[in-house]
């Protein structure tokens, strides 16, 4: 069963995504592989969140159908405005839980449902979700890596575009293929947006005091966090 999200939850969640990202990118592209311990880290960080909302917006979709606005919060718990004031109840200081809760509701009725209703729209095939996971490993023209790293980052995009865009027109035809391209693009900025929305939100959480500095979402937001856990 899929039960109600809370702060602990989230924390030995995202603890386990980031484990699980580092095989699955160590599996997924011999180029990460051989990177020193340092630059994946940049990657890790710069990755994580994004990650989770490209493949929890997929799961949503699959399991709780169109038009409807529950996310997940892990891999076995969701998040929905009826529950926000739940999500706090196990935070390391429960006295500002109210304003916490007035923040995420917020954004779990507003930001998040209107990225998802993109999503639920334009429907993207497990093949597209794949790309677009891959183009959003690869989009680190902001980070601080060697010009070597910059120039593979570059050219795995390009090498996951192509095989993009023939994928689309194979299934949908070349009249059809720049239009859906351009909304796949755009659900990917919209994946962005929302990442950066949490990372307000969560500075937020940081001054009432409900994260911590052990906080894992938190410290690798704010790229705090300088080793894997």
């Known amino acids: 069963d899929i039960i109600p999200c809370t702060y602990q939850y989230m924390h030995h969640g995202t603890n386990i995504l980031v484990t699980g990202l580092l095989e699955f990118l160590n599996t997924t592209f011999p180029e990460f592989r051989v990177l020193p311990k340092a630059d994946k880290w940049i990657f890790i960080r710069n990755y994580q969140k994004v990650f989770h909302c490209i493949d929890a917006g997929l799961r949503c979709l699959r399991r709780f159908g169109n038009g409807s606005y529950r996310i997940f919060g892990t891999y076995t718990t969701s998040l929905s405005a009826e529950f926000v004031d739940h999500y706090f109840s196990d935070c390391p200081n429960p006295r500002n839980t109210a304003a916490a809760a007035s923040t995420f509701r917020a954004s779990v009725t507003g930001s998040i449902p209107a990225m998802?209703?993109?999503?639920?729209?334009?429907?993207?095939?497990?093949?597209?979700?794949?790309?677009?996971?891959?183009?959003?490993?690869?989009?680190?023209?902001?980070?601080?890596?060697?010009?070597?790293?910059?120039?593979?980052a570059a050219r795995s995009r390009a090498a996951i575009m192509a095989e993009l865009v023939t994928h689309i027109k194979d299934t949908f035809g070349a009249e059809?293929?720049?239009?859906?391209?351009?909304?796949?693009?755009?659900?990917?900025?919209?994946?962005?947006?929302?990442?950066?929305?949490?990372?307000?939100?969560y500075e937020i959480y940081r001054l009432l005091d409900v994260f911590d500095d052990n906080t894992l979402m938190y410290k690798l937001q704010m790229d705090q966090s300088n080793e894997f856990s």
Not at 131 to 136: R, S, V
Not at 179 to 185: D, E, M, N, T, Y
């Open 116 to 152: 998802q209703k993109r999503v639920y729209l334009l429907d993207p095939s497990e093949h597209e979700y794949l790309a677009l996971i891959g183009l959003a490993f690869w989009t680190v023209e902001n980070l601080d890596l060697s010009d070597r790293i910059l120039d593979l």
């Open 176 to 201: 059809k293929a720049a239009a859906r391209l351009g909304s796949l693009l755009c659900i990917l900025q919209e994946f962005r947006r929302v990442v950066m929305d949490l990372k307000v939100e």
